[in-house]
Nanobody, 117 residues
Framework: QVQVVESGGGLVQAGGSLRLSCAAS????????MGWYRQAPGKQRDLVAT???????VYADSVKGRFTLSRDDAKNTVFLQMNSLKPEDTDVYYC???????????WGQGTQVTVSS
C-alpha cells in the first residue's frame, strides 16, 4: 500500500541544526495530512509538527520558533528543519502520512535525534 521512509537523524550539539526528511511511496492519490511526532522510551508519542487535513500547520509549543515544517507535494515528501536544538529535543522522531485513497495513518520506522549538552 504505502511505505514511509525517514532520514536525517543523528547526533548534534546543543544549538545546532538537523533536517529530517520523510518520503512516502506506493498508491497515493493525494496527501490528507503529514507530519512528525517524537517519542522517548517508555513515554507516549507526542506531536512535533503537522500539516492538517484542514490546511493548517500546527507546531508543539516546545518547538515553535525553532522548527519549521515544509513539504514537496510532487514527491510526497515532508521536511522538518530543526534549529537551536536543545538536549530535551532528544527522542526518536516518527513521520506519519495520511494519504488518499486509504485515509489512514502510515508511520515510518523512526529516526534517532540526539542533542548533546
Amino acid at each position: 500500500q504505502v511505505q514511509v521512509v525517514e532520514s536525517g537523524g543523528g547526533l548534534v550539539q546543543a544549538g545546532g541544526s538537523l533536517r529530517l526528511s520523510c518520503a512516502a511511496s506506493g498508491t497515493i492519490f493525494s496527501i490528507n495530512a503529514m507530519g512528525w511526532y517524537r517519542q522517548a522510551p517508555g513515554k507516549q508519542r507526542d506531536l512535533v509538527a503537522t500539516f492538517t487535513s484542514g490546511g493548517r500547520t500546527v507546531y508543539a509549543d516546545s518547538v515553535k520558533g525553532r522548527f519549521t515544517l515544509s513539504r514537496d507535494d510532487a514527491k510526497n515528501t515532508v521536511f522538518l528543519q530543526m534549529n537551536s536544538l536543545k538536549p530535551e529535543d532528544t527522542d526518536v522522531y516518527y513521520c506519519y502520512v495520511n494519504p488518499a485513497p486509504w485515509n489512514r495513518n502510515y508511520w515510518g520506522q523512526g529516526t534517532q535525534v540526539t542533542v548533546s549538552s
